[in-house]
């Protein structure tokens, strides 16, 4: 099924029709992924739309850009107003936002000095790993693929370059016919999924990767261990051997497109019940409660798109 693209996207300070949003074949970025980017969703709300750490997320997009000495040609509050009016322009009330920066056409060395560029998409997109995901779960497996060993590649970029990575194990898992793939650090250890970070669930408390485990520092990462932590149930950030795995009461994969997403096995091996358990469901509960209003937003997390 071919995608339907939207009629309007915001490139370089304007908005334009999607198909007028181009650049050249021999840009930097096509070349060398020298892009950063967020991916960001507007959730629908009982006091409207909101976007979902807007903020934050465009912060860490000029984060990105700082490691690779990329001088961004707009401020946070331009970027911020360019995703409220693409949203708007789309006639979208529930979307995934894209913000992207680039190296452009003006040289053609790794280090040549370009224009950076910068566009912002808004689209509709449902369950990132299919539909039922977030309530049936996914089967998931560990990938033949390492993620980079510290001081190589800098893992807490949100840059172009980095999903190669997540690339190779994302389609060696559908090829083996998983939903999703798992990756280790360059130390053997647990990292992250493709393009998601992890929890496992041992007696009722949360335990997640440390950032330092070759892994972007995700923002709904962050949001659950926040809400987790207000209800009174503990997270652990710890180093972890692949083989908790198999042996957690339950597992889930988090972030803004594949949200909380339960995983029901690992690598063919059953992962606690089988099916999404009982932590789980609450974080999921106190996650999507922000949105319907179970959960008070008491860190001003929601944006009104108004």
């Not at 650049?23 to 009982?46: D, K, N, P, W």
């Not at 690779?68 to 529930?94: F, G, S």
């Not at 793939?181 to 009722?204: H, K, P, Q, R």
């Amino acid at each position: 099924m071919s995608m339907q693209y939207p009629e309007w996207i915001w490139h370089n300070g304007e908005i334009k029709r999607w198909a007028e949003a181009t650049t050249h074949v021999m840009a930097h970025a096509l070349h060398y992924g020298s892009s950063v980017f967020e991916g960001i969703r507007c959730y629908e709300t009982a006091n409207g739309p909101a976007i979902f750490r807007l903020t934050d997320h465009n912060k860490r997009l000029y984060a990105s850009a700082r490691i690779y000495d990329m001088p961004m040609p707009y401020d946070l509050a331009t970027i911020n107003a360019a995703c409220r009016e693409v949203i708007k322009k789309n006639n979208l009330t529930k979307a995934y936002l894209r913000p992207f920066a680039y190296r452009g056409l003006g040289g053609f060395g790794l280090s040549a000095d370009t224009p950076v560029e910068m566009s912002v998409a808004s689209w509709f997109m449902g369950p990132y790993l299919g539909e039922g995901a977030l309530e049936a779960g996914i089967d998931a497996c560990v990938s033949s693929w390492q993620r980079f060993a510290p001081n190589t590649i800098p893992a807490g970029a949100k840059a172009g370059g980095n999903y190669l990575s997540g690339q190779l194990i994302a389609r060696e898992a559908r090829r083996l016919g998983f939903g999703e793939g798992i990756a280790l650090a360059s130390t053997g250890l647990l990292s992250e999924g493709a393009g998601e970070n992890l929890f496992l669930v041992f007696d009722g408390a949360l335990h997640t990767t440390p950032v330092s485990a070759a892994l972007l520092n995700g923002i709904t990462r962050n949001t659950l261990i926040t809400l987790a932590r207000d209800a009174g149930i503990e997270v652990v950030e710890r180093d972890m051997p692949r083989e908790y795995l198999y042996l957690c009461d339950e597992l889930f994969m988090c972030g803004t497109a594949a949200e909380i997403t339960p995983i029901r096995s690992v690598d063919g091996r059953q992962v606690g019940a089988g099916h999404a358990g009982p932590v789980t469901r609450r974080i999921q509960e106190l996650f999507f409660g922000l949105f319907d209003g179970r959960t008070p937003d008491k860190h001003g997390w929601l944006e009104m798109l108004d």
